[in-house]
């Protein structure tokens, strides 16, 4: 099938990690009941992207057709039927065991899970019939509103296990009769009675028609079967043959060692050839062994069967077997004559030292020991012993390691000394010694593979040297055995236990784990990537940097105190979550600790819901103080622009008359300055409290920033070295130029004051684009006007409060700490951002995040005509609720050559048109008890639509005027009212043109 165009990056999606399996990426799963991965629902994606990460192999039968999917692992499982089986109908693809499997897949389909542990089926899956065993799962699938959709499926091939047992079922089958066989020939009186015993138990165990043996002569071919067993009804085959009667086959193998195996006489052996010969005495299969002695055939032993018959493998390795072991029996007779009087001297010699005697027969299975090696096994003297007693009697924890160096003694191709100390325990007095044995096998080289007939050697008693050591272990011993009746104890609650959501694990005082429930390997598994087992040091189990921390806890527990903490442990590879884990001591019954245990919550989501709680309403608090701060500084600089209008506007007009002579003039100058300095210092209250009235237009920051090269570089000093860097094809910003000139004259005065011993002050400029909302800063277009510097930078605590009004770290008398919060509240007033990075010893980065302009930049020609040819003298219609700014700027515009009619409200003001006031001109506060001036020009405009008007504000809130509105900021002088009357005509012709809709 080819892969669907696009289906593979989609996929991907459904992965949480690990390679996406090919087979599962190359399905058109378009054309499957499923349809393309894009549209499977969220339960189908997690179940099928938790079974593709698994190990274990599973499938996934899901829809209305039951459409298969399935992970790596069980692709073996289908054999030949993979990849074709992906994306379709469980019942298509497992047609040859659907009448097996479909009533286990309705009972999970009903909501009823079901589990094998040898489940039989004869599978198709490779081409044949084959006997299959499985260890299965069939569990319900649900969807997003819990409703069975299908059917998962977990599947662990057992096969190999049963067959594996059959195998061994087999063997202890064999064994047994080899045993019997061992005892029929220990017991016969001689080599023929010996040699008939065998025949007869292999007849029957082959259930064959006859078993006989013979001896060949010298020549190679003359041969004499003297006795044989033969079944009711047939008749012998003893006798006297030639061997090449019974053909060339027959006689080759024979002659040369191999095991002769017919299966049909008729089929295999023509008439001339063996054939007749064979049927000549019955027999139309058999299976024929020869014995080769110094390089010629010395006898053979035969089973015959009457009728063709298919020999199995093992059955003619146990004719081979037990032949082997008639002859080995034979063999051993004539030396045994030899060896009982080497035997008696060693014995005798033996008797009379302090060293015991052992001898192990392996062809008859028999062990020798006289009394003194009886005693080491706690056996009487006249008592018989067998191997099962050496074995026996041997203590448990010795017994793998001692019969290790028995085997390596005994075996042909190591022949390795037999020196081992071991602890017997007394067969009849239960006392425990210890043995230091030595010895060495003997083997029998005369035949194609060399055996060991026999190990004999010596055994003497340590057990003085070693009583010591053995106390000190029965104490351990005795200790273990508390801590194992305790673990007894503890395990009658793990069914409590293993239900508990919790990991909890129990260890004993050597940190190894001694109980644990479900969820405690579930959870490791998770985090560690492996399983714990019982007997686990749980501290080695973790990476190195988490282990001592785990082995400090478990001890502090151990010492017997109780206490929770809160510690990260996992692998990195798979997540390091916060643990909140509880330790208790494990006591014994005299109030001793024998151990502990802990219970552990995952409380990740649980600390991470908590800290981004906690920087929430640390943002919170920041903006309310913030706010809070905002508003207090904007009602505290309305006030001050009240109360300087008529300050500065009447040291203005005393100023222009000339009052008073030059002493007079200097301090009604001084007067001034100082006035000025004031109301600079509203405007940055203004700004910070983002009330600065503004003319927002589009600015060209490229030529602003570069107008003020000059002007900072003069400014910060010839230590400083000033680097502009304008992006090209900047885009035109949404600003107020006069406003940020002033806030990046202000940071590059707060980046010379930073910067003690010179440095580097850099004035960047480029377009961004916010895919997303970040902060205060929301999506959109944006100029980025960085300023940054190379000074000492400022800590965190100073980072918090650097926009805070009045705040500053220059000392007194040197700064007025508005310069931050001016430009903080004009970009914030603007719709953009002010973000500071800083770090001691590095510098300050100052970024002004301006929104794009929609419209471009146009020149702004100077209004330079005087007054009194832009504007009629006519009636000025003035409303002020404060008396003093009412009375100076009267003044003003009375010098402007207007009559003055004053009004204290916007009610007033109306009554007095309503009167039959004609104004000429309104000038007009804009906030003001009832009705404000904006709402005061509507109303007026309605009525007089040709009526010029200039709205009067202390901070001109821009929500309230609309932006095409002409406004003067308090405090004013006569020249700055002026030159807004002035603009008046330009702004009534606009009106005209466009029409005057106030917001």
Same mark, same amino acid.
């Given at each position: ?92 693809v497992w047609s040859d065991v659907w009448a097996d499997i ?72 064999? /064994? ?87 299966? @049909? ?48 493998? @093992? ?30 001297? /060693? ?7 302090e060293i015991g005697f052992w001898d192990v027969d392996l ?55 037999? @020196? ?52 000190l272990r029965a104490l351990n011993t005795q200790l273990e ?71 400090? /806890? ?44 802990? /219970? ?97 237009? *589009? ?31 900047? *885009? ?62 400022? @800590? ?188 008046? =005509? ?12 106030? =917001?």
């Amino acid at each position: 099938m080819e892969p669907a165009s696009g289906e593979t990056n989609k996929a991907s999606a459904l992965i949480a990690s690990g390679e996406f399996p090919a087979f599962v990426r190359d399905c058109v799963w378009s054309d499957t009941p499923l349809g393309p991965m894009s549209s499977w629902p969220p339960a189908l994606r997690t179940t099928v992207e938790l079974m593709l990460a698994s190990r274990q192999a599973m499938c996934l039968a899901w829809g209305p057709e039951l459409t298969l999917i399935y992970n790596d692992a069980y692709a073996p499982v289908l054999g030949l039927k993979h990849p074709a089986a992906i994306g379709r109908p469980i019942q298509q693809v497992w047609s040859d065991v659907w009448a097996d499997i479909e009533p286990m897949i309705r009972h999970a389909l009903s909501g009823q899970a079901v589990w094998f542990e040898e489940l039989h089926l004869v599978m198709e899956r490779n081409g044949y019939p084959e006997d299959t065993w499985w260890q299965v799962s069939y569990s319900p699938a649900r969807d997003d509103e819990g409703r069975i959709v299908g059917m998962l499926n977990v599947a662990t091939e057992m096969t190999g296990k049963v067959q594996i047992e059959a195998a061994l079922r087999a063997s202890e089958a064999r /064994l047994r009769f080899l045993s019997e066989l061992d005892e029929a020939l220990r017991s016969s009186r001689d080599a023929p009675a010996a040699m008939l015993a065998a025949a007869e138990l292999l007849a029957l165990r082959l259930g064959a028609t006859r078993c006989a043996y013979a001896d060949v002569d010298p020549d190679n071919d003359r041969f004499v079967i003297r006795n044989d067993f033969s079944a009711p009804g047939v008749a012998t085959s003893a006798g006297t043959y030639r061997l090449d009667l019974f053909g060339s086959r027959a006689s080759a193998d024979m002659r040369h060692g191999r095991t002769l195996v017919v299966a @049909d006489v008729s089929e295999e052996l023509a008439p001339e050839d063996g054939r007749d010969m064979f049927q000549s005495i019955g027999i139309n299969a058999v299976v024929c062994c020869p014995l080769i002695k110094q390089g010629r055939l010395a006898a053979m032993m035969a089973v015959h069967q009457d009728r063709p018959r298919q020999w199995q493998d @093992d059955e003619v390795a146990l004719v081979e077997a037990v032949v082997e072991r008639c002859w080995a029996h034979i063999e051993r007779a004539g030396s045994e004559a030899r060896l009982r009087e080497s035997e008696e001297r /060693l014995r005798l010699s033996v008797e009379h030292a302090e060293i015991g005697f052992w001898d192990v027969d392996l062809v008859r299975n028999e062990l020798i020991w006289p009394p003194r090696t009886k005693a080491l096994f706690g056996i009487s003297p006249d008592v018989p012993v067998t191997m099962a007693d050496f074995y026996g009697g041997l203590h448990p924890d010795d017994r793998d390691i001692t019969s290790e160096a028995f085997a390596a003694s005994a075996d042909p191709a190591r022949r390795a000394v037999y @020196d081992v100390e071991y602890r017997t325990i007394g067969k009849e007095d239960g006392v425990v010694r210890w043995v230091a044995a030595k010895g060495r096998g003997v083997f029998d080289d005369t035949r194609d593979e060399a055996r060991c007939i026999r190990v004999a050697g010596t055994a003497v008693d340590i057990s003085a040297r070693k009583r010591a050591e053995e106390e000190l272990r029965a104490l351990n011993t005795q200790l273990e055995q508390r801590v194992t009746e305790r673990t007894l104890e503890l395990r009658r609650f793990r069914d409590i236990v293993d239900a508990t959501r919790s990991p909890i694990c129990a260890f004993d005082a050597d940190y190894r784990l001694i109980a644990f429930n479900r969820m405690h390997n579930a959870e490791f598994r998770r985090v560690n990537g492996f399983d714990t087992k019982l007997g686990d040091v749980l501290p080695d189990l973790f990476i190195p940097e988490q282990r001592e921390v785990m082995r400090a /806890l478990m001890t502090r527990a151990l010492s017997g105190e109780s206490f929770t903490v809160v510690e990260q442990f996992g692998r990195p590879e798979y997540g390091t979550p916060f643990w909140e884990i509880t330790y208790t001591p494990l006591l014994d019954e005299d109030g001793r600790v024998i151990g502990a245990f802990h /219970l552990a919550l995952d409380i990740s989501d649980r600390l991470r819901a908590e800290a981004e709680l906690e920087t929430a309403q640390e943002a919170l608090r920041q903006s309310q103080k913030m706010e809070a701060m905002g508003q207090l500084t904007g009602g505290v600089a309305h006030d001050f622009n009240n109360l300087l209008t008529p300050i500065v506007g009447s040291l203005d007009l005393l100023q222009r008359r000339g009052v008073g002579g030059e002493r007079e003039q200097r301090l009604i100058a001084g007067a001034i300055q100082s006035a000025e300095r004031a109301k600079t210092l509203v405007q940055r209250l203004l700004a910070f409290a983002r009330r600065q009235p503004l003319q927002p237009v *589009p600015v060209d920051v490229a030529a602003l920033v570069n107008g003020m090269a000059d002007l900072l570089s003069s400014t910060t000093g010839p230590q400083v070295r000033v680097v502009v860097n304008i992006a090209e094809d900047l *885009p035109p910003a949404k600003a107020d130029p006069n406003q940020l000139e002033m806030a990046l004259l202000n940071l590059g005065v707060n980046a010379r004051d930073a910067m003690l011993d010179g440095g580097t002050l850099r004035i960047t400029a480029t377009r961004e684009s916010m895919r997303q909302s970040r902060g205060d800063l929301r999506r959109g277009q944006y100029v980025r006007l960085s300023v940054a510097d190379t000074g000492v930078g400022m @800590d965190e605590a100073t980072l918090a409060r650097a926009v805070e009004p009045f705040f500053s770290t220059k000392g007194i008398g040197k700064g007025t700490g508005l310069g931050l919060s001016m430009a903080h509240g004009l970009v914030a007033q603007l719709g953009g951002a002010l973000t500071i990075e800083s770090q001691l010893g590095v510098g300050t980065n100052v970024e002004l995040w301006l929104p794009v302009s929609p419209n471009i930049v146009t020149a702004t020609e100077a209004l330079a005509a005087p007054l009194a040819s832009l504007v009629e003298r006519g009636l000025a219609l003035l409303v002020d609720d404060e008396e003093v700014v009412r009375a100076s700027t009267a003044d003003m515009l009375e010098e402007l050559g207007y009559r003055v009619q004053e009004a204290s409200s916007a009610e007033a003001a109306l009554a007095l048109v309503a009167e039959g006031a004609r104004p000429d001109l309104l000038v007009t506060d804009h906030l003001m008890p009832g009705m404000t001036g904006v709402d005061l020009a509507r109303v007026l405009k309605e009525r007089l639509p040709d009526l010029p008007v200039l709205i009067v504000s202390g901070y001109a809130d821009a929500e309230g005027i609309a932006p095409d509105l002409p406004r003067l900021t308090k405090p004013f002088r006569s020249a700055e009212l002026a030159a807004s009357v002035m603009g008046l =005509t330009i702004y009534a012709g606009a009106s005209k043109t466009h029409g005057f809709t106030p =917001t």
